[in-house]
């Protein structure tokens, strides 16, 4: 087999899949936009609703990822993809595995959870090679256990293993929040989980979506699909009718129509927004109830703070306890009478899903079972 350096990928010839180059493209560019501001350089726009290929029905998936404006899930792969790659490609693969060997790779299973990014990973192995056909025996938002075989990926050797990492990657990561999120909704029902906006960087799409993979919701994409008063835009607005105020101004100026969030932290500001909002014709959709969970020396929470908030309110608004919720106090919290419940742990603390991709699945499952892992 002869080996030629192309644009600084090391390929066989003759180059038997797509070129490598038409699918990790130079680094794409980003600007940030501020209102009255200049733009700063060109934009690179992606989309999330453009995930569609000619062999992966968006229609199809078990979840559909959340909508994006500006982000597409095949730049995320392609970047990906390129950053494992490098500028010489596998040399480990080119240097053990003949080119042109197909082989049967499964996925396994290494403790109980809830499996997530099942079509994430088709489009991975579809973007390395359309050829690989994959298999599943679970779908997105299925429960695995420990030990199973739950999919397959059939083709040539070298390209499955080439998209083995990333795929892994990012199944692990998007199992391990909808794993944590399966369980944090159960424990909140009546009330429903949403996560925050800590999520890794540049991942948060396929954060959300694990999200949703889990049962849970999604709070705000991000900073233009919602108006959320934080504490900082009540500090600076010079407290909360103020800020309230100003944003419905804004809205009406604008001709803007969004959903509009409100921090409060006291009782005190839960009356006065109630009171603005009597007074006013006002967007606000949502009161936020913010660190009225308090933690008790002994391990459980108070919440009479957040019931008397939510009798405050009285249904006039939706309401989102946000702080101090963890596995334990999610169900307490529940129990208060509150809409949602907002959590940062289930994204920004993720414990991933231990999985794996094996070609010999009897010695992965030997050896497995010898450590404690299968």
């Known amino acids: 087999m002869v080996l030629t350096y192309k644009q600084g990928y090391l390929s066989p010839q003759p180059f038997l899949i797509r070129d490598i180059t038409s699918r990790f493209p130079p680094p794409l560019s980003f600007s940030l936009k501020l209102q009255g501001q200049p733009k700063l350089r060109s ?182 699909d919602m108006v959320m008063i934080k504490d900082n835009h009540i500090s600076t607005a010079g407290g909360v009718t103020n800020a309230l105020k100003a944003v419905d101004l804004y809205l009406e100026k604008n001709s803007l129509q969004l959903e509009v969030e409100v921090e409060t932290r006291t009782l005190e500001e839960v009356e006065e927004v109630l009171q603005y909002a009597s007074q006013t014709k006002t967007s606000l959709t949502r009161i936020m109830l913010d660190n009225m969970v308090v933690p008790l020396s002994n391990g459980d929470v108070d919440i009479s703070m957040l019931k008397e908030a939510v009798r405050l309110v009285n249904g006039r608004f939706e309401t989102e306890a946000s702080g101090n919720v963890t596995i334990d106090t999610v169900h307490k919290i529940g129990q208060s009478g509150v809409t949602y419940i907002s959590s940062g742990s289930l994204t920004h603390s993720v414990k991933a899903l231990d999985i794996s991709l094996k070609i010999d699945t009897e010695l992965a499952l030997k050896v497995g079972r010898c450590t404690g892992r299968a």
């Open 43 to 224: 934009i690179v726009k992606m989309s999330a609703t453009e995930v569609t290929n000619p062999t992966i029905s968006y229609e199809s998936f078990a979840v559909k990822p959340p909508l994006h404006p500006t982000y597409d899930l095949k730049g995320i792969i392609k970047l990906a993809l390129a950053e494992d790659a490098g500028d010489l490609g596998d040399i480990t693969c080119l240097a053990t595995i003949p080119f042109d060997m197909e082989v049967e790779a499964y996925f396994l299973a290494k403790e109980d959870g809830i499996v997530a990014g099942i079509a994430l990973a088709e489009m991975i192995f579809n973007e390395v090679d359309p050829s690989l056909k994959v298999e599943w025996s679970k779908k997105d938002g299925d429960f695995v256990h420990k030990g199973l075989q739950f999919g397959k990926v059939h083709g040539r050797a070298h390209n499955i293993v080439v998209a083995e990492r990333v795929v892994l990657n990012f199944m692990q990561r998007m199992s391990g929040i909808a794993t944590l999120t399966k369980a944090m909704a159960n424990a909140a029902s009546p009330a429903y989980i949403l996560e925050t906006r800590k999520t890794a960087p540049c991942l948060r799409l396929l954060d959300k979506w694990a999200v949703l993979i889990g049962g849970g919701r999604n709070h705000r994409m991000g900073l233009f």
